[in-house]
């Protein structure tokens, strides 16, 4: 897949860097720091979310606050690979309740699961009730996360 960032220009760069770092910025502010109308900015912003470069606005909630004092990321390894079974997979595993992420991935692993719980026998319960009783499900291997940091790195493609 062909990069789309060639279209973009220093003001649709500055915009996407402004709402990544607070998505809930007001258009006044955004025109202020930019230098242009607000009108201007609504229509930038409209256009950079039409052409898929914004696909959506997110807040960042505070699992632990809610009773997720737990997360894991749980490798998957399917019995086949046949599409029908990777497509029930990738179907399921989001519905199940605790899986913040799905990842299909290259490798020893097909999927990686991002799951929080609120303890480790929740997070036990999970594996037993969910992976341990699906047909599809070879093995899994469970890596607890101590600590999560997000990092800027994508910033850098809007150089």
Not at 106 to 129: C, I
Request: glycine letters at 6%.
């Amino acid at each position: 897949m062909e990069p789309k960032n060639g279209g973009l220009d220093k003001t649709d760069r500055t915009l996407l860097r402004a709402v990544s770092a607070n998505a809930r910025v007001s258009g006044a502010a955004l025109a202020a720091e930019l230098g242009v109308a607000e009108s201007t900015v609504s229509l930038r912003l409209r256009r950079l979310q039409s052409l898929g470069y914004i696909r959506g606005y997110h807040a960042d909630i505070d699992l632990v606050a809610l009773g997720a004092s737990i997360q894991a990321l749980i490798a998957v390894r399917l019995v086949r690979h046949a599409r029908k079974e990777v497509d029930a997979f990738r179907k399921t595993a989001p519905t199940w309740p605790g899986v913040l992420a799905l990842y299909h991935m290259a490798g020893a692993d097909d999927y990686l699961l991002h799951v929080a719980a609120a303890g480790a026998s929740e997070l036990r319960e999970f594996v037993l009730r969910y992976l341990a009783q699906d047909p599809a499900v070879a093995h899994t291997e469970t890596n607890m996360i101590f600590e999560h940091v997000a990092a800027p790195g994508w910033r850098e493609l809007l150089a």
